[in-house]
């Protein structure tokens, strides 16, 4: 038998679950009446009454849901309901639904909110939120959209909170100028809809954020042979977003998960070799501002630590390794793992130290096969950056300028800069050895990241996850600041011209940093460091990698 929670115990539990409305399709706006909250299903038509600790869910507008379809955006202020459809912004009573016609846009209007007297509505199509005045209809001012995807908005006394579906990310304006203070990057892609809740205890503020977008999923079709078949599914759903803005170093931590992280090498030779007195090192997860490493145990067979670099690696030692002989050996870590996003200017750059010499010698030389000295490769770099001298616009302008000429495609091995640049497409690895040759050639120090992705299902706990692929990006140093993440090619969504910056700076909390600046895996015999040509590691053995989401991360006091 089975007991339920009384209301008021669920109550004050519900800002730490994933609320999942029934019946629910593509959630957007959203928004709190006291501990009720209610959102649009844009798509049905429905206004929904949700009660978040238990996801009982009730349509509030039975007999007017052709009115409310195809509405992106709502807003409440006292007993009025705002919404967004079409061209058109509309309020209402919230008991009575009588739509009454605000203002016209030029062009769609996605996402709104209200405080006293000022109404706030997002267009994507003018790149601008409009300011209007309540009781007027008059627009007042306007401000510079922060991202390049559809917009809904929250607001509070002193904060616009703005969440971009394409940018999965969550911007802090302030209200009065539209000036970004911070943002935030959402745990899933695709936030649609932004909320804030306030504990009527402590009266603490909790910013709760929808998502919607498409699953798929493996469908058994008895009618079909085989009987499995790929198919997609609505998947929308209400999470908490908790972060914790860092004034001083310039970031915003959100969400996170405690992930176990297992690494391990089968020595399976595709011909048999001989390689006496071997050091196989493969680097260990790293401890960041935004990843900290709880504990590391060696599987199969035991590891000496190092330090290499300033980077923690395991070292497995063989007096020889023969032919017919077979190990399994490796790591497993727990790691906590947050997002991240930097937010600095290139005003703040403008008088930042110069490089100094070590950071020359080691990061704006050609030390990986980049090509920099071909003339495709110094071109690019010329044509990249144009006339810009700050950093921070010569690295944004570097990172579109790749995403303008390349297209992402999987190949079996990295090709040069030269190759890529003349072919048009690269792998994540090849994206980063572009970039790399562009910015060292500019005098941006850089160095490469990486080496895995947790399948990102943050809701796919305690069950074991593979990823399909590794993964590199990158990071480039700013004098006076530090090191500053950058992902190699996920951004470059290939049709537009405006291309998201989410990772440009931040990384999501599925991001494993593993051996900053190093090589990953390397073969050391008799004391010499053993080369592709010598002997390739994945034709002497198998890697096995393996995630396990064990919890989400508590929220920040």
Not at 535 to 541: M, R
Request: net charge negative.
């Amino acid at each position: 038998m089975s007991v339920a929670l009384p209301h008021t115990t669920a109550s004050k539990m519900f800002w730490k679950r994933t609320i999942r409305p029934l019946c629910a399709s593509a959630l957007n706006g959203i928004a709190f009446i006291q501990d009720t909250l209610i959102a649009i299903d844009s798509r049905n038509g429905y206004l929904l009454e949700i009660d978040p600790a238990t996801d009982n869910t009730r349509i509030r507008n039975p007999h007017q849901v052709r009115e409310l379809m195809d509405v992106t955006g709502i807003s409440l202020w006292g007993d009025r309901l705002w919404l967004t459809r079409d061209l058109s912004i509309y309020s209402c009573q919230i008991n009575t639904l009588g739509l009454e016609h605000f203002a016209t846009l030029p062009y769609t209007a996605n996402g709104i909110a209200v405080w006293e007297s000022t109404v706030y509505i997002t267009c994507q199509k003018l790149g601008k939120i409009l300011v209007f005045n309540r009781d007027t209809g008059t627009q007042i001012t306007q401000f510079y959209a922060p991202g390049v995807g559809c917009e809904n908005l929250a607001v509070d006394a002193e904060t616009l909170w703005v969440c971009d579906d394409m940018e999965q990310s969550v911007y802090a304006l302030d209200r009065a100028t539209g000036e970004i203070k911070f943002s935030i990057l959402t745990p899933f892609e695709s936030p649609t809809g932004i909320a804030i809740y306030v504990n009527p205890e402590n009266h603490q503020k909790t910013l709760f954020v929808a998502y919607a977008g498409e699953e798929p999923y493996i469908r058994d079709n008895p009618n079909a042979d085989p009987n499995h078949e790929l198919a997609y599914r609505d998947r929308t759903f209400i999470h908490p977003l908790h972060f914790q803005y860092h004034p001083e170093k310039r970031y915003t931590l959100s969400n996170g998960y405690r992930i176990e992280m297992s690494y391990v090498e089968e020595i399976a030779p595709l011909e048999e070799v001989y390689i006496p007195d071997l050091e196989w090192q493969i680097a260990l997860p790293s401890d960041t501002d935004r990843q900290k490493v709880e504990s590391v145990q060696a599987i199969g067979l035991p590891f000496q630590e190092q330090i290499i670099d300033g980077q923690k690696v395991a070292v497995f030692k063989f007096d020889q390794l023969t032919p017919g002989e077979r190990h399994i050996f490796g790591w497993r870590a727990i790691v906590q793992v947050r997002s991240i996003k930097y937010r600095i200017t290139p005003r703040d750059v403008e008088n930042i130290p110069e490089l100094s010499p070590d950071f020359q010698a080691r990061y704006l030389i050609d030390d990986d096969e980049l090509a920099m000295d071909t003339s495709i490769v110094r071109q690019a770099a010329r044509d990249a950056i144009g006339t810009e001298t700050n950093l921070l616009r010569k690295m944004y302008n570097i990172r579109n300028y790749v995403y303008d000429h390349l297209s992402y495609g999987i190949k079996p091995h990295i090709d040069t800069p030269d190759i890529v640049l003349e072919r048009g497409v690269g792998s994540c690895g090849e994206y980063v050895g572009v970039l790399l040759a562009l910015c060292r050639l500019n005098g941006i120090a850089c160095r490469t990241v990486g080496r895995y992705k947790c399948p990102p299902y943050g809701e796919r706990q305690n069950i074991p996850l593979q990823p399909d692929f590794n993964h590199v990006w990158l990071e480039f140093y700013i004098p006076g600041y530090g090191w500053m993440p950058m992902e190699s090619n996920p951004d470059d969504v290939g049709y537009r011209n405006d291309h998201p910056t989410r990772f440009f700076m931040g990384l999501a909390w599925y991001h494993l940093e593993i051996g900053k600046g190093i090589p990953f895996e390397s073969l050391i015999s008799k004391g010499k460091r053993l080369t592709k040509e010598d002997i390739s590691i994945g034709e002497l053995a198998i890697n096995h990698i393996r995630f396990t989401i064990l919890e989400e991360l508590p929220g920040f006091d």
